[in-house]
């Protein structure tokens, strides 16, 4: 299904209760199948979620000469002594993750050959960093009709400041660095649970990484890695997307295999808007009843509010009590769902980087089209709390970023179906 496809109709839910299960963490397992390149053999990945960006990761890694079989939630990824180093533009256009096969590949291969990025429409997002860090490590490129070329005969650990803290920056540099000769040291790295869950495959693989998961990351160099077996990190923004659901709708809900540790600043904050969370044996609970209170919201690195998290938390003031500022310190242009919202009927004013959302009692069912991954979940959680029905185009986007969505939303009692 094309991300502009598909639709979903969701009408007014209230009192969700159940359990949900929290699926493995697209923006991590997308990184370990690129790191399947950096060793010959076969790797067994767990918890893979059935998405269409897994799926074509999976197609990208095949058409650089890897077998990767699923069964389940297990992925088999056998990776042969050669291999094409060449990331084609109609596998690239379809997901931005796929630049981070750029590291792996210099590292193993010494060459790569790899399209510019496309992926979720709100706004420009360059790759520029990831050029410059990896050229710090004795990485060569050019660029022509739309394709990078990198070339390094051998890569050398060298001490990177990072300008931002970019995660596919980091995730780039941490494969590339595994392999180069001597220690790399990466400051201002991104902190996300991804990267730490990166580090962790690759240090089982047999590399020597200490430091993920904090702001400075020493990587020491090793000749050669060997595949292994590995279980993603949930996803916290699934369990974000149903958090926000329960706020909303109110009710009782537990995420099973969610981790609280990975979202407390997520938690704190839906605490302030009235919600209950707490982490149990089996996951979080959440518990809501419903009526939420505004707050401030700006997003920042982790271990900050998400990006992702955002249209959300938006999505869950346009009904609370009071008003919030949003601020958007990340991606500019992160606000496109927002004219979505307000065709709704939610009170929003934006300005620059900022958003003011008044909140209102309920909203009204309304077409709307989804214009990425997060902003379709937004717009879903907008329709629990819309009188009449909320009619999302562009559902597609959906199946990119969530496993049976629909599903598990109608599991716990939201009244969303699926059109063709």
């Known amino acids: 299904?094309?991300?502009?496809?598909?639709?979903?109709?969701?009408?007014?839910?209230?009192?969700?209760?159940?359990?949900?299960?929290?699926?493995?963490?697209?923006?991590?397992?997308?990184?370990?199948?690129?790191?399947?390149?950096?060793?010959?053999?076969?790797?067994?990945?767990?918890?893979?979620?059935?998405?269409?960006?897994?799926?074509?990761?999976?197609?990208?890694?095949?058409?650089?000469?890897?077998?990767?079989?699923?069964?389940?939630?297990?992925?088999?990824?056998?990776?042969?002594?050669?291999?094409?180093?060449?990331?084609?533009?109609?596998?690239?256009?379809?997901?931005?993750?796929?630049?981070?096969?750029?590291?792996?590949?210099?590292?193993?291969?010494?060459?790569?050959?790899?399209?510019?990025?496309?992926?979720?429409?709100?706004?420009?997002?360059?790759?520029?960093?990831?050029?410059?860090?990896?050229?710090?490590?004795?990485?060569?490129?050019?660029?022509?009709?739309?394709?990078?070329?990198?070339?390094?005969?051998?890569?050398?650990?060298?001490?990177?400041?990072?300008?931002?803290?970019?995660?596919?920056?980091?995730?780039?540099?941490l494969m590339a660095a595994v392999l180069a000769k001597g220690t790399t040291t990466i400051d201002n790295a991104a902190r996300e649970p991804e990267i730490a869950d990166l580090a962790s495959m690759l240090n089982r693989m047999g590399a020597q990484v200490v430091g993920a998961g904090s702001s400075t990351i020493e990587i020491e160099g090793v000749a050669e890695l060997t595949p292994v077996e590995h279980t993603v990190i949930p996803d916290r923004i699934e369990a974000a997307t149903f958090l926000a659901a329960v706020g909303v709708a109110g009710g009782e809900v537990t995420l099973l295999g969610a981790r609280a540790d990975h979202m407390d600043m997520l938690i704190q904050k839906l605490g302030t808007m009235g919600m209950r969370i707490s982490p149990t044996p089996e996951g979080v609970w959440a518990m809501s009843k419903g009526e939420l209170r505004s707050t401030d919201i700006s997003t920042l690195p982790y271990p900050g509010v998400a990006t992702d998290y955002k249209p959300l938390l938006v999505a869950m003031l346009t009904v609370a009590d009071g008003i919030g500022i949003v601020t958007e310190n990340i991606f500019g242009?992160?606000?496109?769902?927002?004219?979505?919202?307000?065709?709704?009927?939610?009170?929003?004013r934006t300005e620059g980087h900022h958003a003011v959302v008044r909140g209102i009692p309920a909203l009204s069912g309304a077409p709307v089209r989804a214009s990425d991954i997060r902003a379709g979940a937004a717009l879903v959680i907008a329709g629990i709390r819309a009188e009449g029905e909320t009619l999302i185009s562009g559902a597609g986007h959906l199946d990119r970023g969530y496993e049976r969505f629909d599903e598990k939303l109608r599991d716990i009692g939201v009244d969303v179906t699926r059109l063709p």
């Open 1 to 173: 299904m094309s991300s502009d496809s598909g639709r979903l109709v969701v009408r007014p839910s209230e009192g969700l209760h159940g359990e949900v299960p929290i699926a493995g963490a697209k923006n991590s397992v997308l990184k370990l199948m690129a790191a399947t390149v950096l060793a010959e053999g076969t790797h067994v990945l767990h918890n893979v979620p059935d998405l269409t960006d897994v799926t074509d990761m999976a197609e990208l890694l095949s058409a650089m000469g890897l077998v990767v079989t699923r069964e389940g939630a297990t992925l088999t990824i056998e990776r042969p002594a050669d291999i094409v180093p060449e990331a084609p533009y109609e596998l690239v256009e379809r997901m931005r993750a796929s630049i981070v096969v750029l590291g792996p590949l210099l590292a193993k291969v010494g060459e790569a050959r790899v399209a510019v990025p496309g992926g979720d429409d709100f706004g420009h997002r360059p790759i520029d960093m990831h050029l410059a860090s990896l050229e710090s490590l004795g990485a060569r490129f050019t660029s022509s009709h739309g394709f990078i070329q990198g070339r390094a005969d051998q890569l050398h650990g060298t001490s990177v400041v990072l300008d931002f803290p970019s995660v596919g920056a980091t995730e780039n540099l």
């Open 333 to 348: 242009g992160r606000f496109r769902y927002i004219s979505e919202l307000v065709r709704m009927g939610a009170d929003i």
